[in-house]
C-alpha cells in the first residue's frame, strides 16, 4: 500500500489531521484500489468499480438516503433501483437478535480490527513515503 497526506501547514484547522489523503491499496488477487478522502474538497460521495466489461457506480454511496447505483457493460448503462432502509434501526435489530440467539454478527469485532489495520498502514505509508504492508496482526 502506499498513501500521500496533505496537511498544509497554515491552516490551523489541519493540525491535527490531514486535509485530504490518498492511497493505493493492492490486494492478494492483484485488484487494485484507488480511494482518496479530503476534509477540505467539494464533496464527492462516489464509489466506482471498474472491471474487464464493465463498471459499478454508486453516486452518492455514502449517504444514508438517494443512494443511486448503476451497473455499465457492454457500452449500456442502467440504473438499479434500490431499496430504502434505515440502517441504524436494522443495525440494532440485527445485534439485539444476534445478542438474544448467542449468534455471531454479520459484521464481528474482527473486521472492526482489520479496518483499524489498514487505516494505521495508511497513516504509515503517508508518514514514511514508501509502501507499506497492512499487518495480519
Known amino acids: ?4 497526506a496533505r496537511r498544509p501547514k497554515d491552516d490551523p484547522r489541519f493540525r491535527e489531521v490531514p486535509e485530504g489523503v490518498s492511497f493505493e491499496l493492492r490486494l492478494p488477487s492483484g485488484v487494485l ?25 454508486l453516486d452518492p ?8 447505483l448503476s ?11 434500490l431499496t430504502e432502509v434505515n440502517h441504524f434501526a436494522s443495525e440494532m ?3 439485539s437478535t444476534c445478542v438474544l440467539r448467542k449468534k455471531e454478527p454479520l459484521t464481528p469485532g ?9 487505516i494505521e498502514a495508511i497513516e504509515r505509508a503517508a508518514e514514511s513515503g514508501r509502501a507499506v504492508k497492512v499487518g495480519r496482526g
Open 1 to 4: 500500500m502506499a498513501a500521500f
Open 33 to 57: 484500489a484507488h480511494c482518496d478522502c479530503s476534509f477540505d474538497a467539494a464533496e464527492s460521495r462516489r464509489y466506482r468499480v471498474h472491471g474487464r466489461e464493465g463498471f459499478i457506480d
Open 61 to 68: 454511496a455514502f449517504s444514508y438516503r438517494g443512494l443511486r
Open 71 to 81: 451497473v455499465a457493460k457492454g457500452g449500456r448503462k442502467e440504473e438499479v433501483k
Open 93 to 95: 435489530d440485527h445485534l
Open 110 to 118: 474482527e473486521e472492526g480490527l482489520a479496518d483499524l489495520r489498514v
